[in-house]
């Protein structure tokens, strides 16, 4: 079994797979990271660690675990499945490059849009010959929420809740309508306009805020919030095969 650690910018999500099954999943908080891991191996039968490290978590950490499974980070140093046009591949994150990995071997031979509605809402974009061109990088919804309450005098701090009309008639309801439908607007308009040059162009959502925003896109998508943690996997498992 092979234990895979997405450690982002806000949470520790973890997950056990069999091959290409996902047998368990949960989440870590920073300061228990140590234990969270030790409890994941006491349980299951892992032969295998994978991680990719975009927050402040200590990559150090896990490698206290070597003399018990075999240990991998993923790291631009790796030999990815994709060709990187990228014009700053150093500043490209980890967790951009493994979700495009995991589209080109999810769905081979397709032009693909994958688009992460985490801490930010990520836009990447990988032709069918498996080049990768880059995308965009917005607020996500939760940051969009704190920054309206941190940056301004009066508006509260709300959680995210789904609008009741596009017409806000108070300012809770304006703030939820203008951060919800706002956000939507834009992966819809995003999406609208790769499709202008893609026609046939797969639209895969992930992310924390993937299921939150699903039903609401006009646009017909793959939602996949374990996107990031079966891509991880996949990564792990091409690179057993090319080795």
Known sequence: MVLVIDAGNSRIKAAVFE???????????????????????????????????????????IFSFSER???????????????????????????RMVLVAGAVLRFPTANRLIIDAGTCITYDYVDREDIYYGGAISPGIQL??????????????????????????????????????GAVLEIDGFIDQYRIINPNIIIILTGGDAVFLANRLKNTIFANSNFLLESLNQT????????
Not at 69 to 95: C, M, Q, W
Not at 236 to 243: A, G, T
């Open 69 to 95: 499974v075999k240990i991998s980070v993923i790291d631009r140093n790796f030999h990815f499945p994709f060709v990187n046009r990228y014009a700053t591949p150093e500043t490209l994150g980890i967790d």
């Open 144 to 181: 969009r929420y704190k920054a309206l309450n941190d940056y301004t005098a009066n508006l509260p701090s709300l959680a995210a809740q789904i609008p009741k009309s596009i017409t806000g008639d108070s300012t809770n309801e304006s703030i939820h309508s203008g951060v919800v439908n």
């Open 19 to 61: 091959q290409t099954s996902l047998v368990s999943q949960s989440v870590i908080t920073d300061g228990d990271f140590y234990e969270g891991v030790k409890n994941i191996l006491d349980t299951f039968p892992i032969t295998d660690i994978v991680g990719a490290f975009v927050g402040k978590s200590s990559v150090a950490e």
């Open 236 to 243: 792990h498992q091409y690179k057993l095969q090319n080795d």
